[in-house]
C-alpha cells in the first residue's frame, strides 16, 4: 500500500481472472508489473500446490486479461528480495573482515537487458569483489536451484558446506564456518591438466591480437586497469617503477579493460608515462568475466596460467615487504 502514491489502489486476486480484467479495463496501464508471486522456497515445497495456483496459473490469467485487452508491455519481476538482504551485508562483511575470505559472486542473470541492469545494481551497492556469470556448470553439480544459495569452500579447493537460504546475521554465521573450513582435510591430490588455464586475448596499441597462452611456462603478472579508474591511475607510478624488477622473474601485462587506445595514448601524454599497455580483454574468460567491473586487480599466474595471487584493488608496490611477496610468488 506505501507505494501508492499516485494513482487509485485497486485490491484483488491474480487468480480471479474477472477481478484482474475488470481492474485493468478501468485503468487501461501503459504496462504491468508483476510483483504477486510467491519466492519462499519452503513454504513452496509444503505447499507446492498453492505456489502453482498463485504463480503460474495467476500470471496466466494476467497474460490472458492483458492480451484480450490489447495491453502488451508487460514486466514480471523475479527480483530476489533474499538476495538483497545478503548483498548489503556482504559487502559490510568484506570491508570489515577483509582477510576471512576471498568472496567471489555468480550471478544467473545472463541477458544484456538484465545484465545492465544488475551491473548498475553491484555499482550502487558497492561490490568490488569479482562478479560471474553462470555458465551451467556450477549450478548444475552443485545442484544450485534457489537463491541466495552460498558454497563455502575450504583453501584446500573442497566444498565443505552449502547454505541455501538468506543470512539474517551473516557476519556471525559467516565467522562461525571459519573454524570448519581451515580444519577441512585435504583433498586427493589430482594431477594439473598441461596447458595454459588463463584463456585470455587482448590487442596490442596497433589492433594486433596476442593471446596470452604465449607466455606458457613462463610465471606472468596481469595488471587491469582504466583511465577513467582513479585508483588505478593514482597506483600506476609506482607500479611502472616495478615493472623492470618483474619482467626479471617472468612476463608482464598491464592491459586496459577500455578499447580506444586514444584514451591511452591521451593518458600517456599526460602523465609522461610510457606504458605498452595492451587493450581489450576478450574471448576466454572475459566470455566469462567482466574484467572492468572492478579495477585496479593483479593476477599472479605460475607457468601453466594457474592463478598463484589475487590482488584486488590498490596495492601499495612502493611497499619492500609486499612486494617482496609479489616476487617470490612469481620465483616459485
Given at each position: 500500500r506505501h507505494a501508492v502514491k499516485w494513482g487509485e489502489l485497486i485490491e484483488g486476486d491474480i487468480r480471479n481472472e474477472s477481478e484482474i480484467r475488470a481492474a485493468l479495463e478501468k485503468t487501461r496501464p501503459d504496462a504491468v508489473m508483476h510483483f504477486a508471486?510467491?519466492?519462499?522456497?519452503?513454504?513452496?515445497?509444503?505447499?507446492?500446490?498453492?505456489?502453482?495456483?498463485?504463480?503460474?496459473?495467476?500470471?496466466?490469467?494476467?497474460?490472458?486479461?492483458?492480451?484480450?485487452?490489447g495491453l502488451q508491455n508487460f514486466i514480471f519481476s523475479s527480483t530476489c528480495k533474499h538476495c538483497q538482504t545478503d548483498v548489503p551485508q556482504l559487502v559490510e562483511f568484506e570491508k570489515t573482515h577483509a582477510d576471512a575470505y576471498d568472496i567471489i559472486g555468480i550471478t544467473k542473470i545472463k541477458n544484456d537487458r538484465h545484465r545492465k541492469v544488475s551491473t548498475k545494481y553491484f555499482k550502487d551497492q558497492g561490490i568490488e569483489f569479482p562478479i560471474l556469470e553462470d555458465a551451467g556448470r556450477v549450478s548444475e553439480l552443485l545442484k544450485v536451484t534457489s537463491t541466495p544459495t552460498t558454497l563455502y569452500v575450504a583453501p584446500e579447493g573442497m566444498v565443505v558446506k552449502a547454505t541455501y537460504y538468506q543470512h539474517r546475521e551473516l557476519e556471525k554465521d559467516y565467522?562461525?564456518?571459519?573454524?570448519?573450513?581451515?580444519?577441512?582435510?585435504?583433498?586427493?591430490?589430482?594431477?594439473?591438466?598441461?596447458?595454459w588455464h588463463f584463456p585470455l586475448k587482448v590487442k596490442d596499441a596497433k589492433g594486433e591480437v596476442v593471446d596470452l597462452a604465449r607466455s606458457e611456462g613462463k610465471p606472468t603478472l596481469i595488471h587491469f586497469w582504466a583511465t577513467w579508474c582513479g585508483p588505478c591511475v593514482k597506483e600506476l607510478p609506482e607500479f611502472m617503477e616495478r615493472v623492470p624488477e618483474l619482467e626479471k622473474e617472468g612476463d608482464v601485462y598491464l592491459i586496459t579493460v577500455e578499447d580506444d587506445p586514444a584514451a591511452v595514448a591521451k593518458y600517456e601524454k599526460k602523465s609522461g608515462l610510457s606504458l605498452g599497455s595492451y587493450l581489450s580483454p576478450h574471448e576466454g574468460l572475459a566470455e566469462n568475466l567482466d574484467f572492468s567491473r572492478s579495477v585496479p586487480r593483479t593476477y599472479v599466474l605460475d607457468g601453466n596460467g594457474n592463478v598463484t595471487r589475487l590482488l584486488r584493488g590498490s596495492y601499495d608496490w612502493k611497499d619492500p615487504h609486499r612486494f617482496a611477496n609479489i616476487l617470490n610468488r612469481m620465483s616459485k
Open positions: 508471486a510467491n519466492i519462499e522456497v519452503g513454504e513452496g515445497e509444503k505447499a507446492p500446490g498453492a505456489f502453482y495456483e498463485n504463480n503460474v496459473a495467476g500470471t496466466l490469467n494476467v497474460v490472458r486479461a492483458m492480451l484480450d485487452l565467522l562461525s564456518y571459519l573454524p570448519q573450513l581451515r580444519g577441512a582435510p585435504a583433498p586427493p591430490p589430482s594431477p594439473r591438466k598441461k596447458g
